[in-house]
């Protein structure tokens, strides 16, 4: 059984629970020579092709986030980021990196359907999909790669290219890259935060609120 538990996003007073809670992870895969790779990180925290939610910032304030989307506690992290968002819209810069953890059956087959979506223009519409039906078909063993495929036939993308996407090994590489990214990071579980740069951990809502403002002002 997972240790991540699955919450209301009204219960506020339990984030703390959502951002620090480690994951259990299969072998380190990553290469220690690249984890260890001085003079990297800033590129390692946001590429040139990394997805962005929303309208951009000012660039003065970038809220990064590793995420998996077989996670329960970044599903349960989704709508306070989403508040977030709608709050510091056009002053803050929201990049989604992708993080899946290796015991989660379809962490992968998620990320590689979101990443074959936003190839079309879709990115944040399969990212919201996948946590807005997150119970439906997480912690299952069994692939659900058709699963998503279905989000993608319903949201009208052109299916012969969604198809050779995911086919398309370069796609899963994507995906990997990020989440090589985050472990040379130190990146431990998911949903990990960067705030301009800085591993962040809040205490709440509140908290985190309060971190950003505090780099909006400085």
């Known amino acids: 059984m997972k240790r991540n538990a699955v919450i209301s996003a009204v219960v506020v007073a339990v984030f703390a629970a959502i951002v620090t809670t480690?994951?259990?992870f299969g072998p380190d895969t990553s290469d220690p020579a690249e984890a260890s790779e001085p003079g990297?990180?800033?590129?390692?925290?946001?590429?040139?092709?990394?997805?962005?939610?929303g309208a951009p910032?000012?660039?003065?304030?970038?809220?990064?986030?590793?995420?998996?989307?077989?996670?329960?506690?970044?599903?349960?992290a989704y709508p306070i980021v989403e508040d977030l968002r709608t709050k510091y819209t056009g002053r803050v810069d929201f990049v989604v990196r992708y993080f899946p953890i290796p015991s989660h059956t379809n962490a992968v087959n998620a990320a590689v359907a979101v990443q074959a979506a936003a190839e079309q223009g879709k990115f944040e519409d399969m990212y919201k999909?996948?946590?807005?039906?997150?119970?439906?078909?997480?912690?299952?063993?069994?692939?659900?790669?058709?699963v998503f495929r279905g989000f993608a036939a319903e949201?009208?993308?052109?299916?012969?290219?969604?198809?050779?996407?995911?086919?398309?090994?370069?796609?899963?590489?994507?995906?990997?890259?990020?989440?090589?990214?985050?472990?040379?990071?130190?990146?431990?579980?998911?949903?990990?935060?960067?705030l301009n740069g800085k591993q962040i951990e809040p205490a709440s809502v509140e908290d985190f609120h309060a971190q950003i403002d505090?780099?909006?002002?400085?």
């Open 22 to 24: 480690a994951l259990t």
């Open 40 to 53: 990297t990180s800033a590129g390692r925290l946001i590429r040139d092709d990394s997805h962005r939610l």
């Open 57 to 76: 910032g000012t660039g003065k304030v970038v809220l990064v986030e590793f995420l998996d989307f077989e996670c329960e506690s970044c599903r349960a």
């Open 129 to 146: 999909r996948m946590y807005d039906t997150q119970t439906e078909w997480g912690e299952q063993q069994d692939s659900k790669a058709d």
């Open 155 to 194: 949201m009208g993308l052109d299916m012969a290219v969604y198809d050779k996407a995911v086919a398309d090994k370069a796609t899963a590489e994507r995906v990997e890259r990020d989440r090589k990214d985050g472990l040379a990071l130190g990146v431990k579980g998911t949903p990990t935060f960067f």
């Open 214 to 218: 505090a780099a909006l002002k400085g």
